[in-house]
């Protein structure tokens, strides 16, 4: 089974609008974190936001919020104001446990396109 | 500036050949992995070292080997037995400190192709 799951192959919304990115995960672990990385075309990762399981509120970075429904187990990637920039592909990817160096699950990505 | 570089940005591939893919990084981070990334596919994890001299499989290691001599350096061998090596390769590391909020600091990746 898919430890993380991306549901939108693609998504187009309008400059100035808002966009959700759905993310459901798996896993049986207390502790945990979600997050949530943006892609270019250059190919570069560049991360966006975090949010950790035992967080109680939802985490926000200037125009980037995370949807964090824990009984779900959902994380939806909240874009406020679209910007043309923002046209890209986004990754939800969670860490399971808190052992030193443990790596990051990949879900297969949600392609954006931002038109004017 | 500290960062992780990887070389080359573009290389080639011959069948039956053995390329290795460069990622050095200044960031003095513990952790480093390696992931491949398909088209559709998302990223998928080949390898990762949690210290020098140790390292362990990810999802998808057969085909290919890694090293990690020095903490800075943890170079991807793509070797003749992963027959579809054409792919988008990203190198990553971490401070290892062991907190859920550790995230990944990537390089700009190298795309891998057959000839």
């Known amino acids: 089974a898919q430890k993380i799951t991306q549901t939108q192959p693609g998504m187009f919304v309008q400059e100035k609008e808002a966009v959700t990115l759905d993310c459901t995960y798996d896993?049986?672990?207390?502790?945990?974190?979600l997050f949530w990385y943006k892609q270019p075309s250059s190919g570069e990762m560049i991360f966006l936001i975090y949010q950790g399981s035992y967080d109680e509120q939802n985490a926000t970075e200037g125009r980037y919020s995370l949807n964090f429904q824990k009984a779900r187990k959902s994380a939806n990637l909240v874009i406020s104001a679209s910007q043309l920039g923002d046209s890209a592909m986004y990754f939800c990817a969670m860490r399971e446990g808190n052992q030193a160096g443990t790596a990051l699950i990949f879900g297969k990505g949600t392609t954006l396109s931002v038109s004017s | 500036d500290g960062g992780i570089t990887q070389s080359p940005k573009y290389l080639f591939r011959k069948e039956g050949q053995n390329v290795t893919l460069s990622c050095e990084q200044n960031?003095?981070?513990?952790?480093m992995y390696w992931y491949r990334q398909d088209p559709g596919q998302g990223l998928r994890l080949i390898y990762y070292?949690?210290?020098?001299?140790?390292?362990q499989k990810g999802d998808i290691a057969e085909g290919y080997s890694v090293s990690r001599e020095k903490k800075e350096s943890f170079p991807l061998t793509v070797t003749s037995a992963q027959k579809n090596p054409t792919a988008f390769y990203l190198c990553?590391?971490?401070?290892?400190?062991?907190?859920?909020?550790?995230?990944?600091?990537f390089g700009s990746g190298t795309q891998l192709s057959v000839l």
């Open positions: 896993t049986s672990d207390q502790s945990y974190g």
């Open positions: 070292s949690q210290i020098v001299n140790d390292f």
């Open positions: 960031l003095n981070h513990d952790a």
């Open positions: 990553a590391s971490s401070p290892g400190v062991g907190t859920t909020d550790e995230k990944l600091f």
